[in-house]
C-alpha cells in the first residue's frame, strides 16, 4: 500500500472527507521527499482541521495505530493552544 501513496490519493481522500487517512498519507510522503513545500503546507492544513473536526475521544480505541492518531491530535491541539 505504501507504494500507492500519491498527492492524487491523498486528496481523493480528503474530498471524501477522510482527513485522517490523506494525513496519514501527505505524512508518508513527507518522509519520502522533506523538502516538499506543498506537502507541508497540506499536513499544516489538515492538521488545523482534524483539531477542529473531531472530537478528542470519539469512541473506544483498540488498536495501536487509533492510539497513536488519537494522541497525535492531542499532541497537536497542546501545541496549538501553546501558540495562542
Do not use: C, F
Request: charged share 40%.
Amino acid at each position: 500500500m505504501d507504494q500507492m501513496n500519491t498527492k492524487t490519493l491523498a486528496e481523493i481522500y480528503l474530498q471524501q472527507g477522510h482527513l485522517e487517512k490523506a494525513y496519514e498519507i501527505y505524512k508518508t510522503l513527507l518522509e519520502k521527499d522533506p523538502s516538499d513545500l506543498e506537502i507541508k503546507e497540506r499536513l499544516k492544513e489538515l492538521r488545523e482541521k482534524l483539531i477542529h473536526a473531531a472530537p478528542l475521544v470519539d469512541a473506544p480505541i483498540h488498536s495501536k495505530d487509533e492510539k497513536i492518531r488519537l494522541l497525535e491530535r492531542w499532541l497537536a491541539h497542546i501545541q496549538e493552544r501553546k501558540r495562542g
